[in-house]
């Protein structure tokens, strides 16, 4: 599995934490992590959450990472932003009890988690313990598990329903603002992580071209 972590402005001071705990647990598991900042760096571009949502629906359209890990002050405005965009379906943890139930029951691909709110003596412990959690098991298992199936069969029905209900990426990619976009995809480790991992396809050509 394939994580990214994406956090914004506001909460930039902190993704040493936040990425720390992440890649801990992630190797532990196999996994491999990307930080895709904010880093807290001088000069580096700014993420608002919604731009967090945007570039959420990136990583996740090209399949250059199978999971996010986003977040802002409260979580709520990067969990909104990421449920916006296509292809995403994020949750909101504040425990590590959240993040199970999310992992098991909804089966999403991201997770928001607040960064300011809460986030006292312990918050790295709480991360560690949410990320254990989140990546216990395999996603969607159920929870409990004699309602596995139709846990399954609701999350497959939101999938569905939102590839209707939402424009696809390469269209939203071309219609918003591109500078918007730029800006987005301007974070330190952007076209590194994002030129080797992402799949072929039409949305990977068009940010590479507004790369330019």
Do not use: H
Not at 1 to 30: C, F, R, T, W
Not at 60 to 73: E, Q, S
Not at 75 to 104: H, K, R, W
Request: glycine residues 10%; negative net charge; charged residues 20%.
């Amino acid at each position: 599995m394939k994580i990214a972590l994406i956090n914004e402005n506001s909460q930039a001071s902190k993704n040493a934490v936040i990425y720390k705990a992440l890649a801990d647990v992630a190797d532990e598991k196999g996994y491999e992590s990307f930080n895709y900042g904010m880093t807290g760096a001088a000069g580096e571009s700014q993420l608002t959450y919604v731009q967090n949502g945007l570039l959420a629906s990136i990583l996740l359209g090209t399949k250059a990472v199978d999971f996010v890990v986003t977040g802002c002050g409260t979580g709520v405005g990067a969990m909104l932003a990421c449920n916006s965009f296509p292809g995403v379906v994020c949750g909101l943890a504040i425990e590590p009890t959240d993040a199970y139930l999310f992992s098991q029951i909804n089966g999403g691909n991201a997770l928001s988690i607040p960064y300011a709110k809460g986030f006292g003596w312990g918050a790295e412990l709480n991360l560690t313990l949410i990320f254990e959690r989140l990546f216990a098991e395999p996603m969607g298992g159920g929870y409990p598990k004699d309602r596995v199936v139709p846990e399954q069969r609701n999350a497959r029905i939101l999938t569905e329903m939102k590839a209707v209900v939402y424009k696809p990426l390469i269209q939203v990619l071309q219609e918003i603002d591109q500078d918007f976009l730029k800006e987005t995809i301007a974070t330190e480790n952007f076209t590194e992580y994002f030129t080797a991992n992402a799949e072929p396809g039409e949305v990977r050509d068009y940010i590479l071209a507004s790369l330019a």
